[in-house]
């Protein structure tokens, strides 16, 4: 039994589904105890996660800070309508959030030397509102899942390690790869 703080009522809600209380942390997001059941359920994977990217660069408690303000923001932002996972969507949330303070943290660290700044990329505004469109498009011919596995692709990640971020089998990263390569064939060509 979970007392409600606002009413001082008590409900059972550990009995709820991640869809239920997602749904009720969203519909009353002045009554916390939605939220923290759901994001109590996901600390052994935020946990895990931050443990895995820990690095010098970043430690473990920051990697986990982060990890569980994505895990917030999950709770906050999901919509049933168009995920049909919460174990998915809070998963890809935390592993982005984290991957990105990495690529921060990278950014601040590593100087850039003027012989590594290439003069043949070609950024300017008529280019750069090309390749967001570009995204758009591949953003909307994926599912969700698809495009989060294209990008970890994209990133240099082998199947194995996808998987193991995405918390999925190595066959389920290897047939989304698949389909996104006949996806983008057929928008692209070859």
Sequence with gaps: MRTNK?????????????????????KYPQRSGYAE???GRYT??????????????VSKDDLESEAYLAAFRAVKSFDADKCRSFSS???VCVTNRIIS????ADKHIQPVADEDIDVTD???????????ELDAEIVELLSEKEYS?????LEGASCSSIAKTLGVSEKSVD????????????????
Excluded: H, W
């Design 122 to 132: 070609d950024l300017t505004p008529e280019t750069i509102v090309m390749q967001r």
């Design 89 to 91: 969507y809070i998963s």
């Design 101 to 104: 303070v990495l690529r921060s």
């Design 6 to 26: 606002n009413n001082n009522s008590t409900e059972d809600i550990s009995g709820l589904s991640d869809m239920e209380l997602a749904a009720l942390s969203k």
């Design 44 to 57: 052994p994977l935020i946990r895990a996660r931050a443990a895995e990217f820990a690095c010098d660069k």
């Design 175 to 190: 047939n989304a790869v698949q389909r996104v390569r006949r996806k983008l064939k057929k928008l692209y060509g070859e």
């Design 37 to 39: 059941e759901l994001i």
């Design 149 to 153: 596995i294209f990008r970890l692709y």
